[in-house]
């Protein structure tokens, strides 16, 4: 089955910095990959994804890119806010399946 | 509009009892997802209903975890003879099928005593 690792487990950064969270799958058939903000207290929220036909996808200052042959995807965030403070979940499936798997998610913590 | 609903928000059991945990998907959507999450864990997959299907229940953990989706409206998932590793915040979402986007609800936080 599809295996997600995701790095780092904490990030830490000061108001204004980017902050960039990696994942790695390993199942090729993979073709779609979403990233899940999830606020102390509240279930996660969709906040950008991306499909295997793309390498780049930006959403004001979020931005996601996939790299297919290397297996590899990130989530790149520019001038942080302390409210992107949260934990950041990603995700990979595909291939037939409608079952997502998980990484096991990186807390933000964006100091003012 | 309305987005998935769960109830209740948190409940608290004695070990041995049974409990029974219920989501409201988004009206429409045909595919509805149970996920475990224990503190400070990721989200670990439960089981998948889609429309008429028989669901897919690889994730559920152990006969006395089980669920029941009435056609494309309210599930709910039962915990029989709860046990304290049982205890975890359980999601739910669901999904416009075939599309993969998944919306959650906001938990049901299970402490068992």
């Known amino acids: 089955g599809e295996n997600v690792e995701q790095h780092p487990s904490t990030l830490s950064v000061q108001e204004g910095d980017s902050a960039v969270i990696k994942c790695t799958y390993s199942?090729?058939?993979?073709?779609?990959f979403p990233w899940y903000k999830q606020e102390l207290g509240k279930g996660p929220q969709l906040i950008i994804d991306i499909r295997s036909n793309v390498g780049e996808k930006k959403d004001q200052r979020i931005a996601v890119t996939l790299n297919k042959t290397a297996k590899h995807f990130s989530l790149h965030i520019t001038e942080t806010q302390p409210e992107d403070s949260a934990v950041y979940f990603c995700a990979a499936l595909g291939g037939g399946s409608y079952i997502p798997t998980f990484g096991r998610g990186t807390s933000l913590i964006v100091h003012p | 509009g309305a987005g998935v609903s769960q109830s209740p928000s948190n409940k608290v059991t004695e070990k041995g009892k049974d409990v029974e945990l219920r989501c409201d998907p988004i009206s429409g959507h045909t595919a509805l997802y149970w996920y475990r999450q224990r503190l400070g864990q990721g989200l670990e997959f439960l089981i998948y209903?889609?429309?008429?299907?028989?669901?897919?229940k690889s994730g559920l953990p152990s006969d006395r975890f089980s669920a029941e989706r009435t056609g494309e409206s309210v599930s709910t998932l039962t915990i029989q003879r709860t046990q304290q590793e049982d205890s975890a915040v359980y999601l739910c979402?669901?999904?416009?099928?075939?599309?993969?986007?998944?919306?959650f609800g906001p938990g049901t936080r299970l402490t068992v005593t």
């Open positions: 199942d090729s058939a993979s073709n779609y």
């Open positions: 979402a669901s999904s416009l099928a075939p599309s993969y986007e998944q919306y």
């Open positions: 209903f889609q429309g008429n299907s028989a669901p897919d």
